[in-house]
T-cell receptor
Framework: DAGITQSPRHKVTETGTPVTLRCHQT?????MYWYRQDPGHGLRLIHY???????DKGEVSDGYSVSRSKTEDFLLTLESATSSQTSVYFC???????????????FGAGSRLTVL | QKEVEQNSGPLSVPEGAIASLNCTYS??????FFWYRQYSGKSPELIMS????GDKEDGRFTAQLNKASQYVSLLIRDSQPSDSATYLC????????????FGTGTRLTVIP
């Protein structure tokens, strides 16, 4: 998956526990994203980053926080997981080197999270 | 809320036929349009991008864009069983990181 590694790939946790998903890239791309994918909703943007320590909210950011301390790592944290956060989470990167580049996404393999 | 609409399918076509996938969008300011293919249990992968009205061809794939009608389509010629997947339409502005919106996808099955 083009130098993008997500971990863990699968996780089962209980309601109320904290969860952190990690995205690691070796492409030195500027933009990194976290999406969730649910049946009937498609891919929805949770948070994104446009540089080290530069992050912003997406469409469905409530209940999630992110951090980017290095170009290559983008962490997604669920402070207190709820059953509604059961989903498949995809990290994506884009280069943004060209005018249209910021929207050309490459996705990681995904992390399947189940909150019981 | 910017909307991207796709027929969820499933769309079934025989091997060798042309598969036609359609997508409509609500934001007239949209400038960039993408088709992603997603196999079951896998991540989306980009197969086509289009920015100008008209057709763009890449191998067996043709993307068609009509901004006046707010409509983008993907044609797959000589469909193969390996084309069986869900196809996601994504629409956004010409640049920027937070303005890409995805449809829910159309599931395509190519019957041998």
């Amino acid at each position: 998956d083009a130098g993008i590694t997500q971990s863990p790939r699968h996780k089962v946790t209980e309601t109320g526990t904290p969860v952190t998903l990690r995205c690691h890239q070796t492409e030195n791309h500027r933009y990194m994203y976290w999406y969730r994918q649910d049946p009937g909703h498609g891919l929805r943007l949770i948070h994104y980053s446009y540089g080290v320590k530069d992050t912003d909210k997406g469409e469905v950011s409530d209940g999630y926080s992110v951090s980017r301390s290095k170009t290559e790592d983008f962490l997604l944290t669920l402070e207190s997981a709820t059953s509604s956060q059961t989903s498949v989470y995809f990290c994506a990167i884009s280069g943004g080197q060209e005018l249209s580049g910021a929207n050309v996404l490459t996705f990681g393999a995904g992390s399947r999270l189940t909150v019981l | 809320q910017k909307e991207v609409e796709q027929n969820s399918g499933p769309l079934s076509v025989p091997e060798g036929a042309i598969a036609s996938l359609n997508c409509t969008y609500s934001d007239r300011g949209s400038q960039s349009f993408f088709w992603y293919r997603q196999y079951s249990g896998k991540s989306p992968e980009l197969i086509m991008s289009i920015y100008s009205n008209g057709d763009k061809e890449d191998g067996r794939f043709t993307a068609q864009l009509n901004k006046a009608s707010q409509y983008v389509s993907l044609l797959i010629r000589d469909s193969q069983p390996s084309d069986s997947a869900t196809y996601l339409c994504a629409v956004g502005l010409i640049t920027g990181a937070n303005n890409l919106f995805f449809g829910t996808g159309t599931r395509l099955t190519v019957i041998p």
